[in-house]
């Protein structure tokens, strides 16, 4: 009987084993595959270097412009700069946004950011950075439509983004290409902002529309403005040489309340551009922002003025 029982306890012996090795190799095995775990957080290449930021940001505080920029992917903004606030294309959508600055940090950390945004030429940026990830650009580094794909990475956003980008350019280059059908391949188009008491012609990167108008649609730019104002950007034009810089077609920026005496002489009076009606007026204050809430109604401008539809 004992023999009997000897082979019977050994193989139960053995199969208690067996489970045991493999459950042990099974917990192994578990310990070794990595665990797929949510991060908060995700490493943006800036500037400047990598920065820890949000991967989905909630209460982004804006500095230096922007705002269209990250109102356009749909990401909270609880903060914007003086420009922002009182620029009249997104009144609606900064109705309950704080106005602040840079060199009020109390009102900023009351806001609770998770996230800053700015040019690089803002101030205490060592001060900001305590209070939450804050990531800033300089102006012109990237061009206008590059610049809206940067802020997408940033904000968890990039595909949105260059969707975007790509229609646009799309719609902007076919617009173009009817407009210089209809006024000429040669044909040239000055742009001008009055503002206060000076009056300013730029070149083909500093907002306004320039750079819809130059770099994507294709239109010529004056000799003169070319001299003076592509590489800087921007030059200022007393009243005696307005001749000089005026194209064939004129987009004239202005404020409300800006002196505009300067239309009433007689050498504004005689430029080709003016008697022809060619002068094309858009209003100033938002005119400096080129994201894409303002292109796409800068786009809808110059349709409708060159095209008339």
């Known amino acids: 009987m004992k023999k009997m029982l000897f082979p019977i306890v050994l193989l139960f012996v053995l199969l208690i084993s067996a489970c045991g090795n493999k459950a042990s190799e099974d917990t192994n095995d578990a310990a070794d595959t990595p665990k797929e775990t949510a991060s908060d957080t995700v490493t943006y290449e800036s500037e400047t270097g990598p920065v820890e930021v949000p991967a989905h940001p909630k209460r982004v505080v804006l500095l230096s412009g922007f ?3 990250v109102i356009s992917l749909g990401v909270p903004v609880v903060g914007v700069d003086t420009w922002s606030k009182n620029n009249p294309t997104f009144k609606d959508e900064l109705k309950d946004v704080a106005e602040i600055s840079d060199e009020n940090s109390e009102k900023i ?12 030429n803002i101030k205490n940026i060592d001060q900001l950075q305590k209070i939450a990830p804050t ?7 990237l061009d206008y439509l590059e610049q809206h794909i940067e802020i997408g990475k940033l904000l968890g956003k990039e595909q949105e983004a260059r969707d975007w980008v790509d ?6 280059q076919a617009i173009g290409d009817e407009v210089r059908t209809k006024i000429g391949e040669n044909a ?13 012609v730029f070149g083909d990167n500093w907002a306004r529309g320039t750079e819809i108008l130059y770099q994507t649609m ?5 000799e003169k403005v070319k001299e003076m104002a592509l590489e800087s950007g921007y030059y200022t034009v007393s009243t005696e040489v307005i001749p000089e810089f005026a194209g064939d077609y004129i987009v004239m920026s202005k ?4 002196d505009t005496s300067f239309e009433q002489t007689e050498t504004y009076k005689n430029i080709p551009a003016v008697k022809n009606n060619h002068v094309f007026t858009m209003e100033g204050n938002g ?11 800068q786009l809808a401008f110059f349709k409708e003025s060159f095209l008339g539809k």
Do not use: C, H
């Open 109 to 120: 950390i009351e806001l609770d950011p998770d996230l800053i945004i700015g040019l690089s």
């Open 167 to 172: 229609d646009f350019q799309k719609r902007a």
């Open 287 to 297: 005119a400096s922002f080129s994201d894409p809430v303002t292109l796409e109604n």
């Open 255 to 258: 404020y409300a309340e800006a």
């Open 218 to 222: 294709k239109l010529k730019m004056p």
């Open 188 to 200: 040239t188009v000055s742009v001008f902002e009055i503002y206060d008491k000076e009056l300013y």
């Open 67 to 69: 705002t269209g920029n």
């Open 135 to 141: 990531v800033t650009y300089t102006w012109g580094k």
